[in-house]
């Protein structure tokens, strides 16, 4: 069975810094892609950003956090992170982390059903 442990999230004030981590397992950490999912209240599920496993393929990033956010994992610790910075209030979302080898739980990456997300809140 997936499981997927979120931690790492928090309130913090505009301009401010995060590092979510996701530990992983139930399954071979090393044959997936993993991958950050967001959602707000009232939005839909929004791709943040995804590791493969080859060096030679870049990390990808969406629109919205390109160039402040980073991806690393740690395969020996089946462990990614996702370094938040310069966060702003529309950075406000549960974070749920995505074994992408696999179809979307529940249909959606951010139904919770392999982790419980972590909450993060950008507010002054």
């Known amino acids: 069975e997936v499981q997927l442990v979120e931690s790492g999230g928090g309130s913090v004030q505009p301009g401010g810094s995060l590092r979510l981590s996701c530990t992983a397992s139930g399954f071979t950490f090393t044959d997936s892609t993993m991958g950050w999912y967001r959602q707000a209240p009232g939005n839909e599920c929004e791709y943040v950003s995804s590791?493969?496993?080859?060096?030679?393929?870049?990390?990808y990033y969406g629109d919205s956090v390109k160039g402040r956010f980073t991806i690393s994992r740690d395969n020996a610790k089946k462990t990614v992170y996702l370094q938040m910075n310069s966060l702003k209030p529309e950075d406000t979302a549960v974070y749920y982390c995505a074994a992408m080898m696999f179809q979307p739980p529940g249909g959606s990456w951010c139904s919770g059903s392999w982790g419980q997300g972590t909450q993060v809140t950008v507010s002054s």
């Open positions: 590791i493969s496993l080859s060096m030679l393929l870049r990390p």
